[in-house]
């Protein structure tokens, strides 16, 4: 693996939030700055690999494969439309591993000893996305102790800030336990409507509460975004003009910035 790939999970438990977008998108603007990406869809829905184009038929291997698979030359890789970005596509039989981890001595940490695994021979990815499900499960754990970091999509609604308690406080106690490094790389609000009081309400909360994790992008409420993935393709791809387009690329050049 190289030094510089970053391993960011994108949680929330709270569902309906935009992790799936943010990933789909934030991985495709990423890929577009010239960086090569990895999305891990971490998420029986498969939401992520739908959008993505991959047809159930076409997902050969899955996260199930690389966490619990016993054949390591299947790996899930599976290439995309998008110039430099893979993916590692999910299907429902993915609910089961949640179960089948828990067999395991070392459930928390067997998503990192594969990736660490998969990684080694390839020298090349700079970012690897992990998409979780809503839910603080064992997918997600896994996640949090394979990442380096963890980017929380915050929907720009009344209740948004409720969950954020419980997630933190999973977050401190995967770093007590098994990832002692893990790190918030931010907050990203979405869904978010500039003429709607309750979304600005809402932005200035999270940044009086949050400071500097709020990313200074906040991703619109935009109706590109959300039509995209049925036609296979990030919103990049889909209305390269879109505000919804502008918004991730913001964000990518703002992760970027962080890479320093
Ligand atoms: P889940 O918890 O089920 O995995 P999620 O957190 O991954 O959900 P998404 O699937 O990304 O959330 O988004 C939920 C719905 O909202 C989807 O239909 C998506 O297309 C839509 N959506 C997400 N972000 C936006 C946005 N900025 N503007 C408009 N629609 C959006
Ligand atoms: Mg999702």
Redesign the pocket.
């Known amino acids: 693996m190289s030094d510089t790939c970053r391993i960011i999970a ?1 949680a ?1 438990q ?11 998108n934030l991985g495709a603007a990423l890929a577009k700055a010239g960086r090569k990406v990895l999305l891990i869809d971490m ?1 029986p ?1 498969g ?2 690999s739908t ?1 993505l184009g991959l047809a159930r038929g076409d997902r050969r291997s899955t996260t199930y494969d690389l966490l619990l698979g016993s054949d390591p030359a299947s790996d899930g890789i599976h290439g995309t439309q998008v110039y430099g970005l893979d993916i590692i596509p999910a299907t429902t039989d993915l609910s089961s591993a949640d179960v089948d981890l828990m067999a395991s001595s070392d459930r928390s940490r067997t998503l990192k000893k594969r990736l660490d695994e998969l990684l080694r021979d390839r020298d090349g990815y700079h970012y690897v996305l992990i ?4 839910a603080l499960n064992l997918l997600t754990i896994n996640a949090m102790v394979a990442a380096g970091s963890v980017i929380v ?1 915050l ?1 720009s609604e009344f209740f948004a800030l409720e969950g954020l308690s419980q997630l933190m406080l999973t977050l401190r106690e995967v770093r007590g336990s098994a990832n002692e490094g893990l790190r918030i790389e931010g907050i990203v609000l ?3 409507d500039r003429r709607n009081n309750l979304s600005q309400q809402v932005e200035a909360d999270a940044r009086q509460t949050l400071g500097d994790l709020v990313f200074t992008t906040v ?11 049925s036609h296979a393709m990030p919103v990049l791809d889909y209305d390269p003009a879109c505000a ?1 387009t502008k ?1 991730y690329l913001d964000l990518a050049a703002e992760v970027i910035q962080r890479e320093g």
């Open positions: 994108l929330n709270k569902g309906g939030v935009g992790k799936t977008t943010t990933a789909i998420d829905q939401n992520a959008g998409d979780c499900p809503p999509p929907q979405t869904m978010y991703i619109p409420r935009n109706v590109r975004l959300s039509e995209a993935p919804g918004a």
